[in-house]
């Protein structure tokens, strides 16, 4: 999702200890707009940033729930209900024969399902205004990047970069998308 | 003796040549004064985050080199023979094959067994690994992934093309129809095989797409051209490193491993279902599932050990892929060899102590009888061979792991084809036994299935990035491999100003 006025201060780190201590005094300055770009998943940011534990799992346990009541109530309307065969004389309710449909579809439910919505998730559940796409910032490769978004309650273009520029990063710059300043 | 641990052993350790297989000692580096024992790096030659880039990403950002088009020519020419040899199928019918009364299944389901259980090794390397915390998985585990998706897909024609009438293969999919409706039986292994290896294939494509977001990010923002820029933009569904993101990310992706374990477990015990669930001798036996899933681990582990040689060599991977790496692979193979060894053993003796007559006839007849040769390859490949594994010397050279491995995949080809063939040409009734052997054309379609392997193979590692270059920098050490902060402060705008 791309939102075209987007304002804000960008600083970036070198190593990933270097962001995870910035990350700490970000979320206790009181800011909370704020994102980090990094290359690879640092351990302990979520702590760092002030976020909580993420809610995939709860959908993952949903979508398990969804595929074996699915394929369960499916073979039962197949074997049971519209078509009952006779197969040796065994019963048509032959639940062992059953279980390994039903947990591939729990399977396929709950792993193809919780990966799409982490996909979107990691769209949708972020700040109001994260970092422009169009700003080459290294994040993907080598540089441990810092956002402040301008929709913080607490920003002030001048304070911030001060801020920014106090934890020891580099690069620290206003950026405001829609003027073409980045 | 501080000076030991002041220096990184990323930034020391130059090659293939300086790792042991064994932590360093660094003597007087513990906390209290004693020795510590650290791993060895499991990057080396001291690269940085900027050189993972480039030296993982230049292989889809060149034109090819030579070696490549020659390797991408044979499997393109042996491709040839699978579209040739379904084709002619095809037209004239099944009797070009050597599939006949008794031996009703032939080399597509030795075929079909053998690509599945290739598979296998990709996603236990990726999630299996990966829930034990075996940060080694992080050099092998993208191509590893990519030769199960494309392993399941050679493994997937198989069963189609053995239908007869390919073109009704969508009859296996229970869907209302106006045969009454017809459904499947879902009392059936065979229909149980279709959800198996459908939902196999999907969540092992979603497990490798997951991981490939991050490094197509990265493939993109090293791309120069517009096109190229948007094409993986697009691929990475604009993927821009937020921790926001990373948060569900970590958490899907541990929770697709999680997914993934069982599942491998499961595929390959619904195959071996498939053999378990009938009354044949020698198919009709409580081992199957372990004895099936050990072996498709062992030969898929058998796989990557080539591929991951070819790699090593043809794209100079060497410093991501190291000997380490092939070792520990050279260990599970040792291990699983042993577990097919024992199950083999144990075959034999419940044939005996079972007291069943058809089941010891069965047994006789596949060691001593006219398909002996068969057992003697599959025995002495699978549960012999490896047995060299047990020298570190054997271990870490990169010439016997590679005839090892290749042996192995020959010895566990027989293994499905000293199963299936053997136990069908001569059942219960000694009045209809007869034998069975591959006809030009059963050649040319296996030969041709390694075509496709390896032409999808070459045009992955063209493509994509072929390994994970956000988690091989996970595993480095920030201090050698960061991007050392620029003498003075490189402020576009002065800090202050608007």
């Known amino acids: 999702m791309q939102r075209h006025s987007t304002k804000g201060v960008l600083g970036h780190f070198y190593t990933p200890n270097e962001a995870l201590a910035a990350a700490v005094k970000v979320r206790d300055s009181q800011y909370t707009h704020f994102d980090f770009l990094t290359p690879f998943p640092i351990h302990g940011m979520e702590e760092a940033m002030g976020q909580k534990r993420s809610w995939i799992p709860v959908v993952t346990g949903l979508l398990a729930f969804f595929g074996i009541t699915l394929a369960q109530t499916f073979i039962?309307?197949?074997?049971?209900?519209?078509w009952p065969m006779n197969f040796g004389g065994k019963?048509?309710?032959?639940?062992?024969?059953?279980?390994?449909?039903?947990?591939?579809?729990?399977?396929f439910y709950a792993a193809i399902g919780s990966a799409i919505v982490a996909i979107i998730a990691g769209k949708r559940d972020t700040i109001p205004q994260p970092p422009p796409m169009k700003i080459a910032t290294?994040?993907?490769?080598?540089?441990f990047v810092v956002w402040i978004s301008a929709t913080d309650p607490k920003f002030d273009a001048t304070e911030v970069q001060r801020f920014v520029a106090s934890l020891g990063a580099d690069g620290v710059r206003y950026v405001d998308a829609e003027a073409g300043n980045v | 003796m501080t000076t030991a641990r002041s220096e990184s052993l990323y930034a020391t350790v130059a090659g293939d040549a300086q790792l042991k297989g064994v932590p360093v000692v660094l003597p007087g580096a513990g906390p209290y004064g004693g020795d510590e024992e650290?791993?060895?790096?499991?990057v080396t030659g001291g690269k940085t985050y900027q050189d993972v880039d480039r030296d993982i990403c230049m292989h889809t950002e060149q034109f090819p080199t030579r070696r490549w088009w020659i390797a991408f020519g044979i499997a393109l020419f042996l491709l040839s023979f699978l579209v040739l040899g379904i084709a002619t199928m095809f037209y004239s019918g099944m009797g070009i094959l050597g599939i006949n009364h008794p031996v009703g299944w032939g080399s597509f389901i030795i075929n079909f067994v053998f690509w599945i259980g290739i598979g296998h090794a990709g996603t236990l390397i990726s999630a299996v690994l990966f829930l034990f915390g075996q940060k080694w998985r992080t050099g092998i585990n993208r191509s590893a992934e990519a030769m199960t998706l494309f392993a399941v897909a050679c493994a997937g024609i198989f069963p189609v093309i053995h239908l007869g009438r390919a073109w009704f293969a969508y009859w296996l999919v229970p869907y209302p129809n106006g045969r009454g409706p017809l459904w499947v039986n879902f009392n059936s292994a065979l229909s149980w095989d279709i959800f198996?290896?459908?939902?196999?294939?999907?969540?092992?494509?979603?497990?490798?797409?997951?991981?490939?977001?991050p490094d197509l990010a990265t493939v993109r923002d090293r791309a120069t051209h517009p096109w190229r820029k948007a094409?993986?933009?697009?691929?990475?569904?604009?993927?821009?490193?937020?921790?926001r993101a990373w948060r569900h990310y970590e958490s899907a992706y541990m929770i697709l491993a999680a997914f993934a374990t069982p599942l491998v477990f499961s595929v390959h015990t619904i195959v071996s279902f498939d053999f378990a669930t009938s009354i044949m001798p020698g198919w009709h036996a409580t081992i199957f599932p372990p004895y099936f899933v050990i072996g498709a681990i062992f030969s898929g582990f058998a796989m990557v050990i080539t591929l991951m040689t070819i790699m090593r060599n043809v794209f100079n991977l060497k410093n991501y892929i190291t000997l380490n790496h092939m070792e520990a692979m050279a260990k599970v193979i040792m291990l699983t060899g042993m577990l097919v060894g024992f199950a083999y053993t144990t075959e034999f003796f419940m044939a005996w102590y079972g007291g069943n007559d058809y089941e010891g006839f069965i047994f006789r007849n596949r060691a001593f009888g006219p398909y002996g040769w068969a057992y003697f390859i599959m025995f002495t490949c699978n549960a012999i061979v490896p047995q060299v594994f047990w020298f570190k010397s054997m271990r870490r050279n990169a010439w016997v792991l590679f005839a090892v491995s290749i042996l192995?995949?020959?010895?566990?080809?027989?293994?499905?084809?000293?199963?299936?063939?053997?136990?069908?040409?001569?059942?219960?009734?000694p009045s209809s036994w007869g034998m069975y052997g591959l006809t030009a054309w059963d050649w040319m379609i296996l030969i041709g299935s390694f075509g496709?392997?390896?032409?999808?193979?070459?045009?992955?590692v063209r493509i994509l990035p072929a390994v994970a270059i956000s988690e091989i920098k996970g595993v480095m050490d920030p201090a050698v491999s960061a991007t050392k902060r620029p003498a003075a402060p490189a402020a576009a705008h002065a800090p202050g100003e608007v």
Do not use: C, Q
């Open chain 1, 76 to 82: 039962y309307y197949v074997m049971i209900g519209d």
């Open chain 1, 138 to 143: 290294g994040a993907t490769i080598d540089k």
């Open chain 1, 91 to 107: 019963p048509n309710f032959a639940w062992p024969s059953f279980i390994p449909v039903t947990f591939e579809s729990m399977v």
């Open chain 2, 452 to 460: 496709l392997f390896f032409t999808l193979f070459l045009l992955f």
């Open chain 2, 196 to 213: 198996a290896i459908s939902t196999y294939a999907l969540v092992s494509l979603t497990f490798w797409y997951v991981g490939l977001l």
């Open chain 2, 231 to 243: 094409f993986y933009n697009a691929l990475s569904f604009n993927w821009n490193g937020s921790h």
């Open chain 2, 38 to 42: 650290v791993p060895e790096p499991l």
């Open chain 2, 408 to 429: 192995v995949n020959i010895g566990m080809w027989f293994e499905r084809y000293v199963i299936i063939v053997t136990s069908l040409h001569r059942d219960f009734l």
